[in-house]
């Protein structure tokens, strides 16, 4: 009776743990979306339905309204009324600096420019690293170990520590002073940043086949490459996928590098950059920040549910990076 | 056999280097050729033009004696340590939550995984919509629910405040990673040696601190000292957040990036950085790679 008894009041606790967590985790996007909806004066609502829905964000975001109308903050509204002795072109200079349309948040064209950075570097980076990861994990030649060591070492070398000599050699070399050579750095700075990463994984990956199969490939008369391609490649599906979705992401949601080359380029800002452009650039911008939060997201959270089944259980790839 | 012909071994590793070559070149030119240029750069004085003037250990000299340096040193280590606790604390509980067995267990798993995979630029804002003080329901429960301060102010204004909020974001955002590593080792204890216990009479405390934990050691100091590498390099997740919590990549950030752009002495930062970054990954290549 007692051990019942414990025992229902355990399954509560473990039920609240676990809605605890959930909620812990997924709060931030549940009050992004409901920000993204509200209406300015809904702001300061703590309840989290909007009290009336409003599109406005998603369609000024998205383009989807022909004339934007921005809309007053309430501050700014408060201030007007408050103080009555403004000249009314003083007036109209305030209205119009709140109101200004001139810095909308041309989201596709962000969309497209994070898309091309990510999808180039992470698709080189996935090429180079699958070759040189085979040759790593499965060839033997002077200097192999130390190559592989290396790899666990620049691994862990990132961001912050080679941002400036790489600053520094691309500004001596003059390419960020173009559109084209600026873009040429960041991808090949991309592909360096997923390149340690790729081919840490897929090593570990190839190990795990077994070599028997590669021994009855070179019987039937494959070559290196072959085997590569027509055993190694599809073996690692799972893997390659995993590891591209990570690369991609990486290069998806840098902020750094980018924030310091695409400085001066305002028409090739990434997301991550014209995201925090937008933030600091007026006041009172919450539901648009919000939704170009949650659509910044949306595809790296897609690619991730597409490769969730090759995470979970007890198929570990071996580490990953972040 | 002639001399210039090679062994089928002599050419697979040709082979095998010519395969290699690609990474190597990029990683060299990139990453190695870049940390020594960077040792260069900083013994000389850069110029925003261009311009170097070589000055010895000058601006070393100068980050030492500057005490916002050591102060961001200070807030390095606390905010990695109180991060890395707190995210190996919160993954192995959530680890151990969901090694069992509950309704909707698959669907758990995947929301918990979002923090970890969305890109730190969208879940910033929401974290700092949350503590503003106007709009966010933190203040919202402190003030007008709870009524534990008088006012509202600016949490992450503040930065005796900030560093908190940036140590939980960190967690946030990291310890899925963390849980993952963990169950997946959690997976393959051997379940004999529950039952085993079970039979000598331990409960589920007993158990946990004589087999789970002791099977979970290694993957944990592994994890640990991941975290603290990766999190003593963090610049993203604490700048976008909040640039009042000066970590010491935020510090070279804002030194040599803004205002008057002192790359030189950013690069001495740098070194200093580096120098401590490898202390950690020898620890880490001497201890868990041996494991």
Known sequence: MVNKKNKVIKNIGFTLLVLLIVTFCIFPFIQMLSTSLKFSWDWGNPSLVPTEINTGAYSEILGLSEDIAVELPASVQKLLDETPNLTSAQRATIVEKYTDTSDVFPFFKYFFNSLKFSLIASLCSLIIAIFGAYSIARMKYRGQKLIQRGVLFVYMVGGILLLIPLYKITTTLGLTGSEGGTTLSLVIIYIVQTLPVCLYMLGNSFRSIPFSIEEAAFIEGYSRFQTIVRIIIPLSFSAIATVWVYSFMIAWNEYLFASVFLKSYTNMYTLPIALKALFVSKNAIWDRVSAASLLTAVPVVILFMLIQKFLSGNKSEGGVKE | ?291
């Not at chain 2, 395969?19 to 750069?41: A, D, R």
């Not at chain 2, 004589?210 to 991941?226: C, K, Q």
């Open chain 2, 1 to 291: 056999m002639s001399t210039t012909k090679l062994t089928l071994g002599q050419k697979d590793a040709r082979l095998g280097f010519k395969l290699v070559l690609p990474s190597v070149i990029i990683i060299g030119l990139l990453i190695v050729y870049p940390i020594f240029y960077n040792i260069y750069l900083s013994f000389f004085n850069v110029k925003m033009n261009g311009d170097a003037f070589y000055i010895g250990f000058e601006n070393y000299n100068n980050v030492l004696s500057d005490p916002t340096f050591w102060a961001s040193v200070g807030t390095t280590f606390f905010f990695v340590i109180a991060s890395t606790i707190l995210t190996t604390l919160m993954g192995l509980m959530v680890a151990l939550v969901m090694n069992k067995k509950f309704p909707l267990r698959g669907l758990v798993r995947s929301l918990v995984l979002l923090p970890y995979v969305a890109p730190v630029i969208s879940t910033v804002y929401s974290w700092q919509f949350f503590f503003d003080p106007v709009n966010g329901i933190f203040m919202h429960l402190l003030v007008d629910v709870f009524h534990l301060s008088a006012s509202r102010f600016n949490l992450i204004g503040d930065p005796q405040y900030a560093i908190w909020v940036a140590i939980i974001f960190s967690v946030w955002k990291a310890f899925p990673f963390t849980y993952l590593m963990i169950l997946s080792r959690l997976q393959t204890i051997d379940n004999t040696l529950y039952q085993a216990a079970e039979i000598d009479g331990a409960g589920d405390i007993r158990k946990f601190w004589s087999i789970t934990l002791p099977e979970l050691y290694f993957v944990m100091g592994s994890i640990v000292l991941l975290r603290f590498i990766w999190n003593f390099n963090k610049f993203e997740e604490v700048y976008l957040l909040t640039d009042n919590v000066k970590v010491l990549s935020v510090y070279t950030y804002f030194k040599a990036f803004t205002g008057s752009m002192d790359l030189g002495q950013g690069s001495a930062l740098v070194v200093i950085q580096f120098s401590l970054l490898v202390g950690l990954i020898l620890i880490y290549v001497k201890k868990v790679l041996k494991w």
